[in-house]
């Protein structure tokens, strides 16, 4: 028997010799379910310089995808490869879950094509953690054939505009009931994106849901003029004036469907347009002031030595000049690398000039990379779909001040229990 296994363990040293190492699984993991095709090219490629690697892919939508990470990072089961936001990763890299990237991806993070920006939202403590990937950042989808049909010539500028046109381009029916939206907004849906949309108007403003003082703590910056034109103006859209309702198809779909003239979104739409409604007839253009922009970066988890140094070299791959520009093109996410030359996708797909040739002055921010930030977003959200369906708040500044009142309280005492809150 003892020399029927030395035989075994001799053949199986001869296959592995002969055809290549034991075979390793990388698990790559992702929110973004459009990002699956990107992920399959690139494995193809990792396979064929590691044969004896196989790569599985591993798509769910965002928030089910967060809510995945919860459970199986702190339980030391999470995929090899994480595709994550700074601003979801922070509490886990803060709480020691997540290991620094080894010199080697650190020294090619920091000398990298990146900007400053986006290395920070790579970093926790002045060390590396992850590869810039891509980022969301919005502007506004507008429908050039509404637009002209309205007698419309170029996008709002200003907000004011903003509701003048909504006015105009809103379609009714024969009671007068909106049946196209002016304006799409984000009244329903998933909690933390409400809030997210909420402070880019806010944003338009001149108003913060949230901003760091020079202690390095948080507060809130929406209580005023800014936070009460912002909120009103959804009030005013749904109950004064009528030109979209909770209950209408929203977002990219109403878009693509021609049931919304007009709204406010991340690149990907560019991508899914193309694929969905590609004779839709669009154009995108610069917010007032700025935007949100949400960096994603790419992070390794596993702990296995050899498993880590393929899954970097994966990471590595993906962010890859050819591979950049596919993603930007074919999926319609923005790469983060800064030393693409863009004219040519530009002259292909202008739609992209709104978000990858930035104006002076233009301000892009990110979400706080503090451990509340979700559930500060979560609550906000719920308040603001309250107040949206409260058609009492029409010309209702008082009625108004008090909801952001009320959001600002617990938003404080949220800060004040993670020992966030600025006293300045």
């Given at each position: 028997m003892k020399k029927i296994l030395f035989l075994l363990t001799i053949l199986c040293m001869i296959v592995i010799f002969n055809y290549g190492q034991a075979p390793i699984t990388l698990s790559v993991w992702s929110g973004y379910p459009e990002m699956e095709p990107l992920y399959k090219?690139?494995?193809?490629?990792?396979?064929?310089?590691?044969?004896?690697?196989?790569?599985?892919?591993?798509?769910?939508?965002?928030?089910?995808?967060?809510?995945?990470?919860?459970?199986?990072?702190p339980a030391g089961s999470a995929g090899d490869i994480l595709e994550v936001a700074y601003s979801t990763m922070f509490r886990y890299i803060n709480a020691g879950f997540i290991p620094p990237a080894p010199d080697n991806i650190a020294n090619f993070v920091k000398?990298?094509?990146?900007?400053?920006?986006?290395?920070?939202?790579?970093?926790?403590?002045?060390?590396?953690?992850?590869?810039?990937l891509f980022r969301g950042q919005a502007a506004l989808f507008?429908?050039?054939?509404?637009?002209?049909?309205?007698?419309?010539?170029?996008?709002?500028?200003?907000?004011k505009e903003y509701t003048e046109y909504a006015i105009k381009l809103t379609k009714r029916d024969t009671q007068g009931n909106p049946i196209v939206s002016g304006w799409s907004l984000r009244l329903t849906g998933g909690g933390q994106g409400i809030a997210e949309k909420f402070w880019?108007?806010?944003?338009?403003?001149?108003?913060?849901?949230?901003?760091?003082?020079?202690?390095?703590?948080?507060?809130?910056?929406?209580?005023?003029?800014?936070?009460?034109?912002?909120?009103?103006?959804?009030?005013?859209?749904?109950?004064k004036y009528k030109t979209v309702?909770?209950?209408?198809?929203?977002?990219?779909?109403?878009?693509?469907?021609g049931l919304t003239a007009m709204f406010i979104r991340e690149s990907w739409v560019i991508g899914d347009i193309a694929k969905k409604s590609p004779n839709l007839e669009y154009a995108t253009a610069y917010l007032p002031r700025g935007?949100?922009?949400?960096?994603?970066?790419?992070?390794?988890y596993t702990k296995d030595k050899q498993k880590s140094e393929l899954a970097w070299e994966f990471a590595k791959l993906v962010v890859e000049p050819k591979y950049q520009l596919w993603l930007a093109e074919n999926i319609g996410w923005l790469p983060n690398r800064q030393d693409i030359d863009y004219s040519t996708l530009i002259s292909k797909i202008p739609q992209f000039k709104a978000f990858l040739e930035i104006p002076k002055g233009y301000v892009l921010f990110s979400l706080p990379p503090i451990a509340p930030i979700e559930?500060?977003?979560?609550?906000?959200?719920?308040?603001?779909?309250?107040?949206?369906?409260?058609?009492?708040?029409?010309?209702?500044?008082?009625?108004i001040k008090k909801v952001l009142e009320e959001i600002d309280n617990e938003i404080k005492s949220i800060l004040a229990r993670e020992g966030l809150l600025s006293s300045k």
């Open positions: 090219i690139v494995a193809d490629e990792f396979t064929k310089l590691h044969p004896n690697v196989k790569v599985e892919i591993l798509v769910m939508p965002l928030r089910d995808y967060e809510r995945k990470l919860a459970l199986t990072i000398s990298g094509p990146w900007a400053r920006f986006f290395v920070n939202a790579a970093s926790y403590k002045s060390r590396i953690y992850g590869i810039p507008y429908n050039t054939k509404m637009f002209r049909e309205a007698g419309l010539k170029r996008p709002p500028r200003t907000m880019i108007n806010l944003h338009q403003w001149g108003g913060a849901l949230l901003k760091q003082t020079a202690d390095g703590k948080w507060t809130t910056d929406f209580v005023n003029d800014a936070g009460i034109k912002t909120l009103q103006q959804y009030v005013d859209l749904v109950h309702t909770p209950e209408m198809k929203a977002d990219a779909e109403a878009f693509e469907l935007t949100i922009t949400q960096p994603v970066n790419l992070y390794v559930e500060i977003l979560t609550k906000t959200a719920e308040r603001l779909v309250k107040a949206y369906n409260d058609k009492n708040l029409v010309d209702n500044p008082q009625g």
